[in-house]
């Protein structure tokens, strides 16, 4: 079996005390290797988020995932592109290293190149998100909708928690904006509802919620997506 190294991230210090999200980019990771013969013998793991961490002075963990697949002479592989990073730029730095990285939701590419595209078209996505997010926010607002308050008193925290601050609703709404492409490829793939719930399940994309999906989460988000 062919070497190789574990990389996994999470956006925040909480979250890797939880260990939300870590256990499922591992055992992405364990699959893959299982599945494509190789032994990942080391494991680097760190909390830093994607916004001002593209560079190599703030991903220590990363940095020594590159000295140690060197060493090992095999590749470093991770859940998802965005673990990395979104940014082309930063993306191609890393190919600069001449590790081999693997996606294992993309899959091995025999052209480096081929990763720089699919980075390039998050790094696309994540504008397309944005520019949606305000115009949500707009429209809301245009609708008479208050996002945002000033609690003087106690019944005012009440209301505000009871009704929403704006914080809650862009966090919502990206949520979800972020899971538009495996909603839309699961409804392309499955024959149902159904179908599509169980095929988000096995590529372990939680829902908004970070539960597990069904057919009426599927088709709530599909509409508020705009999709059904």
Known sequence: MQAAVGYTRVSTKAQQRSGLGLDAQTAAIRDFA?????????????AESGAGADA???RPQL????????RAKGPVIV?????LSRDVH???GLMAHRVEF?????????DPFV???????????????????????????????????RARTKRDVRRIAASGTQASVVASLRRLEALRWAIKSALSDGASLRTAARLLNERTIASPTGRRWHAPSVLNAARRLKLR
């Open 90 to 92: 930063f993306i191609s």
């Open 79 to 83: 859940a998802k592109l965005d673990r």
């Open 63 to 70: 940095a020594a995932a590159l000295t140690a697949a060197r």
């Open 115 to 149: 990763l720089h595209l699919y980075a390039a078209l998050a790094q696309k996505e994540r504008k397309l998100i944005s520019d949606r997010t305000k115009a949500a926010l707009q429209a809301a607002k245009a609708r008479g909708v208050k996002l945002g308050t």
């Open 56 to 58: 190599p002075e703030q």
């Open 34 to 46: 299982a599945r494509e013969g190789f032994s990942v013998a080391q494991w680097f793991s760190e």
């Open 102 to 110: 693997i996606v294992t939701e993309l899959g091995r590419q025999d």
